[in-house]
C-alpha cells in the first residue's frame, strides 16, 4: 500500500520526492515548493489523489524545485571552526580562537575570545560579533544619511528574516536583517538609503526610486548584487 503522507513524482531525468499534509485551514488544494523540498497539502476532508494532482503540474514543480536545487547548490558550506571563513563588509575574513578579552573583527580574521567559545561554542560567539559589528556599522551609517536626507528614523531593530534584509515600520523603527553586514559597505549603504528613503515615499513608486537614486546613483547596480549573492550572505542552512 502507498504511504499516505509521502510519494515521488517522476519527471524527465529527476525523481522529486514530495510529502503529504493535511490542512484544516486549506480551502483548495495545494502544492508547496521551497528550499526544504515539495509538499501537497490538501484540506482535512478532501479525498484528491496526491499522485494524480503532483502528475498534473509535474513541470511547474520541476521548474521550481530545479530553482531551488541551484540555490542550495551555491549556498555555501560552512563549519564554526577554526580556519574556516566567512565575510564580512565584502570580505572573507577566517575564525581564530585567541587569548583576547573580547571578540573582534581585525583586517583578515575573526578573533574570537577564548573564554566565550568555551563557554557558548564558536558559532554563537561568532554571531554575538556579527550582530554587535552590525549594529555599529548600520547605526553609523543610518545617522550619516538620515542627516544628508534630512529624515529622522526611529530606534534601530536587528533581526534575522530569510527573506528581507530590512524594514521600515509606520513607528519610524528601521529593522535591519544581521547578515547584511556580511555585503559590502556600498550595498549596505544602499539597504540603509532605501528605508530611510521609506520615512518620506511610504511605496515604491517613481518618486521613492528617485529619492534613492539621488543618494545611491548605483542603486540598481546593489539592488542586482543582493539579487544575486542573497545566497552568499547566509550563515546557517537555517537561512536558506
Ligand atoms: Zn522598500
Not at 498534473?56 to 536545487?69: G, H, P, T, V
Not at 550595498?187 to 537614486?213: C, G, M, P, S
Request: proline content about 5%; overall charge negative.
Amino acid at each position: 500500500m502507498p504511504n499516505e503522507n509521502a510519494g515521488s513524482l517522476r519527471v524527465f531525468d529527476e525523481t522529486i520526492d514530495y510529502e503529504v499534509r493535511r490542512s484544516e485551514d486549506a480551502t483548495q488544494p495545494r502544492i508547496d515548493v521551497d528550499i526544504h523540498g515539495v509538499a501537497v497539502v490538501l484540506p482535512a476532508e478532501s479525498d484528491i489523489d496526491p499522485q494524480e494532482l503532483v502528475e498534473d503540474n509535474a513541470r511547474w514543480i520541476l521548474k521550481q524545485w530545479r530553482q531551488y536545487q541551484d540555490h542550495r547548490e551555491q549556498a555555501p558550506s560552512r563549519r564554526f571552526e577554526p580556519g574556516e571563513t566567512f565575510l564580512y563588509r565584502g570580505d572573507d575574513r577566517q575564525i581564530e580562537v585567541k587569548d583576547v578579552d573580547k571578540s573582534h573583527v581585525e583586517p583578515e580574521t575573526f578573533a574570537l575570545a577564548a573564554d566565550a567559545v568555551e563557554e557558548e561554542g564558536i558559532q554563537d560567539t561568532l554571531e554575538s560579533l556579527y550582530r554587535r559589528k552590525a549594529r555599529l556599522v548600520f547605526k553609523s551609517r543610518i545617522d550619516h544619511y538620515a542627516d544628508e536626507m534630512s529624515v529622522e528614523p526611529g530606534k534601530l531593530e536587528l533581526r534575522n528574516q530569510r527573506t528581507r534584509w530590512a524594514s521600515c515600520s509606520p513607528q519610524r523603527t528601521l529593522s535591519f536583517n544581521w547578515r547584511l553586514v556580511m555585503a559590502p559597505d556600498d550595498v549596505i549603504d544602499y539597504v540603509v538609503v532605501h528605508e530611510l528613503a521609506h520615512l518620506r515615499e511610504k511605496n515604491h513608486t517613481r518618486r521613492f526610486w528617485n529619492l534613492v537614486q539621488k543618494h545611491d546613483p548605483k542603486y540598481e547596480e546593489h539592488v542586482d548584487w543582493l539579487t544575486e549573492n542573497s545566497v552568499q550572505l547566509i550563515f546557517t542552512e537555517d537561512d536558506l
